[in-house]
């Protein structure tokens, strides 16, 4: 079982990033996956969620109107499209699929600075 989550950087006020996770080693289709994140000094906290086929999903108040969290079955990927970034969004960024607890990936950094 694996995930490996790609797509941060380092990105201005107001910017843009794409965020993936491709899993493997379990029938990902069957699953509701979601987005965490931790920033320094912090416990990870969860910062969206999305159903098994892609029909229902949730936020955190504080991302909602400018995260969007997507998923392809096909290509057992999950994805977290960031609008109009923060710098109180600076964390490492993690999916997991919350009923099934897997072991973490190695995140990906996002940081948002001028």
């Known amino acids: 079982v694996q995930l490996v989550e790609s797509g941060g950087g380092l990105v201005q006020p107001g910017g843009s990033l794409r965020l993936s996770c491709a899993a493997s080693?379990?029938?990902?289709?069957?699953?509701?996956m979601s987005w965490y994140r931790q920033a320094l000094g912090k416990e990870r906290e969860l910062v969206a969620a999305i159903t098994s086929a892609g029909g229902s999903t949730n936020y955190r108040d504080s991302v909602k109107g400018r995260f969007t969290i997507s998923r392809d079955n096909a290509k057992n990927t999950v994805y977290l499209q960031m609008n109009s970034l923060k710098p109180e969004d600076t964390a490492v960024y993690y999916c997991?699929?919350?009923?099934?607890?897997?072991?973490w990936g190695q995140g990906t950094q996002v940081t948002v600075s001028s």
């Open positions: 080693g379990f029938t990902f289709s069957s699953y509701g």
């Open positions: 997991n699929a919350p009923v099934l607890g897997l072991n």
